[in-house]
């Protein structure tokens, strides 16, 4: 997970409530990622950003936001839209956004949301 | 768009057998190929990817993948597994001529028992 942190491991929240998963790399990396991971499903694209202050959706956006202010941080908000938002959220990081550069993860974070 | 296909769940082996986890693909271009592993409540770790050349890659803890383009295939293969082998392993493809877009398989979990 070197390079990488996320925080916090768990997370409480109540429905309704918006919540902000925090992704900080050292690694100087321009790409970074979040997904969603869920049991039996593999990894799900929620959003990504090549370069600061820009960012794209995945396949499933709806229900989150990002922001890219920072080429070293890349936080996502679950929104209270978000129907099913409790889940293993991972973040990652590349060289690039393009081509052959594999990703780094961080440790990811776990949400319940109740 | 590319997909990739882990056909098991679950894979169970003896300590010291040798160990193969399946993985297949469909890319309009040519292939960027990536295994990674996760053990529990972590993040993914690479272990290796085939880019161009030799289609036998080498890669971390004694890991090897073979690129098979007329089957479409990538195979995470060991000549022998070790306890500490068990975890989830997941199967990545990127298409050359969609470079933004990476797609995971749902994952294979591997047991290797004493």
């Known amino acids: 997970d070197g390079g990488i942190t996320q925080s916090p491991k768990y997370l409480f929240r109540k429905e309704g409530q918006n919540v902000t998963l925090s992704c900080e790399q050292n690694?100087?990396?321009?790409?970074m990622y979040w997904y969603r991971q869920d049991p039996g499903q593999g990894l799900r694209l929620i959003y990504y950003?090549?370069?600061?202050?820009?960012?794209q959706k995945g396949d499933i956006a709806e229900g989150y936001s990002v922001s890219r202010e920072k080429k070293e941080s890349f936080p996502l908000t679950v929104t209270s839209a978000q129907k099913n938002p409790t889940a293993f959220y991972l973040c990652?990081?590349?060289?690039?956004?393009?081509?052959?550069?594999?990703?780094?993860f961080g440790p990811g974070t776990r949400l319940t949301v109740t | 768009a590319q997909s990739v296909a882990q056909p098991e769940d679950q894979v169970n082996v003896a300590e010291g057998n040798p160990l193969t986890v399946k993985c297949t693909y469909s890319?309009?271009?040519?292939?960027?190929l990536f295994w990674y592993v996760q053990y529990p409540n972590r993040g993914l770790q690479f272990l290796l990817k085939?880019?161009?050349?030799?289609?036998l890659v080498k890669g971390s803890y004694g890991f090897e993948a073979e690129f098979n383009k007329s089957q479409t295939s990538f195979h995470l293969k060991k000549p022998s597994a070790l306890v500490s082998d068990s975890a989830l392993y997941f199967c990545?493809?990127?298409?050359?001529?969609?470079?933004?877009?990476?797609?995971f398989g749902a994952g294979t979990r591997l047991t290797v028992k004493p």
């Open positions: 990545a493809v990127r298409d050359d001529g969609n470079n933004n877009d990476m797609r």
């Open positions: 085939y880019i161009t050349g030799d289609n």
């Open positions: 690694l100087n990396h321009d790409a």
């Open positions: 950003s090549q370069i600061v202050n820009d960012f």
């Open positions: 890319v309009s271009g040519n292939p960027y």
């Open positions: 990652a990081s590349s060289r690039g956004g393009m081509g052959s550069y594999e990703q780094y």
